[in-house]
């Protein structure tokens, strides 16, 4: 679901820097061959993805849901010259998918695959991160932020993406069965609650919760 008029998101996507050729043959090729592709990034939201990275140019980045690597590349533009990208993807039918544009890239070097569950491989990462996207299962989302907030370096940012489910999120009495939406709605209530934090939900698409480590 949108939540800004899609004139409006074409006139802002006009008027913000293009997204690179190796982005738009990503998209267009996602769109074309994997299931789900509304749930690839696109050029506004990656644009702001990487403007926000190149603003605090992370060492270290953490991704939660590869997807077919939009959001990654993004997000890579703003690195230092060693740092390095981690993103994790369960399904791994995606992975040579994604491979295969992080080999065309600037950042293919940089950019570490992690192929499995994300519960398993955070605990194993000995890094501290100075940036951090979550856009993978929408139930463990407060899950992965109590993994996550003690690995945060101060003054990093956790981005998390679609807290607003469409929508669904501002409804009360969910079945017990909508683990989606009753995972972010949490997700939401935790990150306001956490002292440690100072955040910002701007409703870009589907949402995005913007989380900066004080």
């Not at 569950?117 to 996207?133: E, S, T």
């Not at 209530?189 to 440690?196: H, P």
Request: proline share 3%; hydrophobic share 40%.
């Amino acid at each position: 679901m949108e939540f800004i008029d899609e004139n409006i998101m074409q006139y802002a996507e006009r008027h913000s820097q293009e997204e690179s050729k190796l982005l738009k043959e990503l998209h267009k090729e996602t769109h074309q061959k994997v299931l789900q592709s509304r749930m690839i990034s696109g050029h506004l939201q990656g644009r702001l993805l990487s403007f926000l990275s190149q603003l605090i140019q992370p060492k270290i980045i953490l991704e939660l849901g590869t997807y077919t690597g939009y959001a990654t590349l993004c997000l890579a533009e703003g690195l230092v010259e060693k740092g390095e990208i981690h993103t994790i993807e369960i399904n791994e039918e995606l992975i040579d998918f994604c491979k295969k544009y992080f080999d065309k890239s600037a950042y293919k070097n940089q950019i570490i695959c992690h192929q499995g569950d994300a519960k398993k491989i955070i605990p194993k990462l000995d890094l501290g991160f100075d940036l951090v996207f979550i856009d993978a299962d929408k139930a463990n989302y407060s899950f992965y932020f109590d993994l996550i907030l003690p690995k945060l370096n101060p003054g990093g940012l956790l981005i998390a993406d679609n807290v607003l489910w469409s929508g669904k999120v501002l409804h009360d009495n969910l079945p017990k069965k909508d683990a989606e939406t009753l995972g972010l709605k949490n997700f939401n209530e935790k990150v306001m609650a956490e002292k440690k934090v100072k955040t910002l939900l701007l409703p870009i698409r589907d949402g995005l919760m913007i989380c900066r480590k004080t």
